[in-house]
C-alpha cells in the first residue's frame, strides 16, 4: 500500500559499508558485548550518579538531583538503558523523569521572575530570528529549509556518519542487530523526520532519533522497532482514550498547510500518564505521516474545559521528555484559558516546563470563547473546525470518521484513502467546511479571474481551453483533485476528463452567483420609489408625484 507513510525499500548511504563493516560480527559477541555495556552503565550509575533520579524531602516535594549539570545527553536515553540494564520492564505508572539539566520542584513558582527570564531569553534573539518565529507562527511564512535530492542525500550520509559514532544507542542496536529491522535499516522515512523537525541540524537529528527509537521500546515493546506504530497497538486505555474525541486532529489544515491536534474537555485528565503519553506518541506521529506536514510543522492547541483540571509539574516533565523525542515539528502551541489567577500560575508553570525553543512559541490566550475564537483565526485556525460546542461539548463526528479512516489506511492495500487534503488540493464536495479549505480557496479565486474569458466566448473550443488551463494551474502547484467516497474518506480522482467536467460545472455555478447578485443589487435599486416620509403607500413617479392611474396600470 502506497500510503502518506511514504514507505520504500531504498537503501541508504553508508549503509552499505556498514553492513559490510558488521558482516563478521557473530550474533554471540553482539550479546557479549551488550552484556558488558549493560554492567559498565550500572557500575557508572551507582559510581557516579550519571542519571537522574527523585528524592523527596520532608514536605514531600519531588527534586531532581543532578551531579553533572553540563551533562546534555537526554534522560530519554539513560533511563531506557538503566531499565534494560536491571532487566526490569517499564511500568504503567512509573514515576517520570525530569528532562534536561533543570531542577524543578513543588514549591511556589515567582511569575514574575517567569515572565522576566522569558523576556531575557526573546531578548537573546536577534530582531530577524524573533520576527521570523513570529510570522511562523501567524501562518505567513515557513522557517523549513529548502530540499533538493542531492541536499536529501548528503544529509542522510551525515546522519548515518554521525549514528554510527553515537553512544549509547541500545533501542537502535536491538532493533538492527538483533531483529535486523529492515524498517530502521533501509527506510529513510524516520531519519528524514528527525531532520525535518530539527531543520537538517544532524547532530540534534541523531540524538532525536535515538531518543525516539528509546522511547517506542519502552511504551510499545520490540514490535514498535520492526515497523511504524499502529492504532492496533493501542492497548485498552488508550482506545478508550482515543474514542473519548479530548484529542483531535482537525480534518483540515490551517491557511499555510499545517495540520492542527486539538485538545479539549477533560483534556484526557482522567486517564492515567501512561496512557496519555502512549497515545501522544501515536497520534503525533501519524499527523505528520506526509512530507507537506514535515516541512510545515503542526499546530497544538489546548482549550480545557473543566478548569479545576490541569497537569502538575511531574506530569508537564514527562510530557517534555516525549516531545523531545518524537520526530513531529510543532510550529506552535496555543494555551486557550480563563484569565484567572491559577490559570495565570499555571502559564508560569508550562513555560517552565518547555525548552527554550518551544517558549518563544507559546501563546496563550485569555478570553472568552467569542474572543479566542478571533484571535485564533488571526493565526490561520479553521475555529468552526474546533470540535467544542459554546456549552463544552466535544463534537465527534469528523473524529469518527478520521478513526475509521486510519483503520483502512493501516489495515487495507486497497484505494488508498486520504487523511487530510494537502494546501494545494481540490475537494469537490458540498459544505461550508470545504469552502475554507485553502485549497478550495485557491480554486475559487481561478475561477473567478478566467470566468469572463469562459463566459464572453461562445466557442466551445475556447471554454475548454480555459477549464483546462484552470485544471493545469492547479496541477503546477502539485495540488489534486479529491472527491468524497461514501465510505467516509477522500480518493484522489485521475481522470482528467472527469476533472475537466468538474471544473466546467464550477464555472456554472458561478455564472448563477453572479446572476443572481445582480439581480439582488437590481431589486434594491428599485425600491427608492416606494420610499416616502408622509406614510402613503402608492407607488412615486420618477419626478416623485403622485402617479397618475395610467402610470400604475
Known amino acids: 500500500m502506497a500510503n502518506n507513510n511514504g514507505n520504500n525499500n531504498t537503501i541508504l548511504p553508508c549503509h552499505v559499508a556498514s553492513m559490510t563493516t558488521n558482516s563478521t560480527f557473530g550474533m554471540n559477541e553482539f550479546v557479549n558485548r551488550a552484556e558488558t555495556m549493560r554492567q559498565h552503565q550500572i557500575m557508572s550509575a551507582a559510581a557516579s550518579d550519571w542519571w537522574q533520579f527523585w528524592n523527596r524531602d520532608g514536605s514531600g516535594a519531588r527534586r531532581c538531583n543532578i551531579n553533572d549539570p553540563a551533562n546534555e545527553v537526554d534522560d530519554v536515553t539513560q533511563t531506557a538503558n538503566s531499565r534494560r540494564a536491571t532487566d526490569s520492564p517499564p511500568s504503567r505508572h512509573s514515576t517520570p523523569r525530569l528532562a534536561g539539566n533543570e531542577t524543578m520542584t513543588f514549591g511556589d513558582v515567582d511569575t514574575k521572575a517567569v515572565n522576566e527570564m ?4 526573546l531578548a537573546t534573539l536577534s530582531f530577524n530570528d524573533r520576527n521570523a518565529i513570529n510570522e511562523e507562527v501567524h501562518g505567513v511564512r515557513n522557517l523549513a529549509a529548502e530540499e533538493t535530492p542531492e541536499m536529501l542525500r548528503k544529509s542522510l550520509m551525515a546522519f548515518q556518519c554521525q549514528l554510527e559514532k553515537f553512544h549509547p544507542k541500545l533501542a537502535y542496536d536491538q532493533a538492527v542487530f538483533l531483529f535486523q529491522s529492515q524498517w530502521i535499516l533501509y527506510n529513510p522515512t524516520l531519519r528524514l523526520r528527525c531532520l525535518r523537525t530539527e531543520r537538517f541540524n544532524v547532530s540534534a537529528a541523531v540524538l532525536r532519533f535515538v531518543k525516539y527509537l528509546d522511547l517506542l521500546l519502552e511504551y510499545y515493546g520490540t514490535e514498535a522497532l520492526l515497523r511504524p506504530i499502529r492504532m492496533s497497538d493501542l492497548g485498552k486505555e488508550e482506545t478508550e482514550l482515543l474514542r473519548s474525541g479530548e484529542y483531535q486532529l482537525l480534518p483540515f489544515r490551517d491557511r499555510s498547510g499545517r495540520r492542527v491536534i486539538s485538545c479539549v474537555g477533560n483534556v484526557g485528565l482522567k486517564f492515567s500518564l501512561y496512557a496519555r503519553m502512549k497515545f501522544f506518541i501515536y497520534l503525533w506521529w501519524v499527523a505528520a505521516e506526509d512530507v507537506e506536514t514535515q516541512q510545515r510543522g503542526v499546530i497544538s492547541l489546548f482549550w480545557p474545559e473543566n478548569h479545576s483540571l490541569f497537569p502538575d509539574k511531574r506530569e508537564a516533565q514527562e510530557a517534555q521528555r516525549v516531545f523531545g523525542a518524537i520526530p513531529t515539528r510543532i510550529a506552535a502551541y496555543h494555551q486557550c484559558l480563563p484569565d484567572t489567577a491559577f490559570f495565570r500560575f499555571t502559564r508560569a508553570v508550562v513555560i517552565l516546563s518547555v525548552d527554550v525553543v518551544s517558549r518563544t512559541r507559546l501563546k496563550f490566550h485569555y478570553n472568552d470563547d467569542i474572543e479566542t475564537n478571533y484571535q485564533l483565526m488571526t493565526y490561520g485556525i479553521p475555529v468552526d473546525l474546533i470540535p ?3 456549552t463544552g461539548k466535544i463534537k465527534l463526528k469528523n473524529h469518527q470518521q478520521w478513526i475509521r479512516t486510519r483503520k ?23 459544505g461550508k467546511s470545504y469552502l475554507s479549505h485553502p485549497g478550495n480557496a485557491t480554486f475559487r479565486e481561478l475561477i473567478e479571474a478566467n470566468f469572463d474569458e469562459h463566459n464572453e466566448t461562445t466557442n466551445t473550443d475556447t471554454k475548454m481551453a480555459v477549464t483546462w488551463r484552470i485544471v493545469e494551474d492547479i496541477e503546477s502547484r502539485k495540488g489534486r483533485f479529491l472527491v468524497w467516497d461514501q465510505r467516509g474518506w477522500w480518493k484522489v480522482t485521475t481522470d482528467r476528463a472527469h ?4 471544473v466546467a460545472v464550477s464555472l456554472k455555478e458561478h455564472k448563477k452567483r453572479v446572476q443572481a447578485k445582480k439581480n439582488i443589487q437590481c431589486t434594491l435599486s428599485s425600491t427608492y420609489q416606494f420610499e416616502r416620509q ?3 403607500k402608492r407607488k412615486r413617479a420618477e419626478d416623485g408625484s403622485e402617479p397618475s392611474k395610467s402610470f400604475c396600470a
Open 118 to 121: 522569558l523576556s531575557k531569553e
Open 499 to 502: 476533472i475537466r467536467s468538474k
Open 534 to 536: 408622509d406614510g402613503g
Open 388 to 390: 467544542r460546542t459554546g
Open 408 to 430: 483502512v489506511i493501516e489495515e487495507t492495500k486497497e484505494d488508498d484513502p486520504v487523511e487530510c487534503p494537502g494546501i494545494h488540493d481540490v475537494l469537490f464536495r458540498f
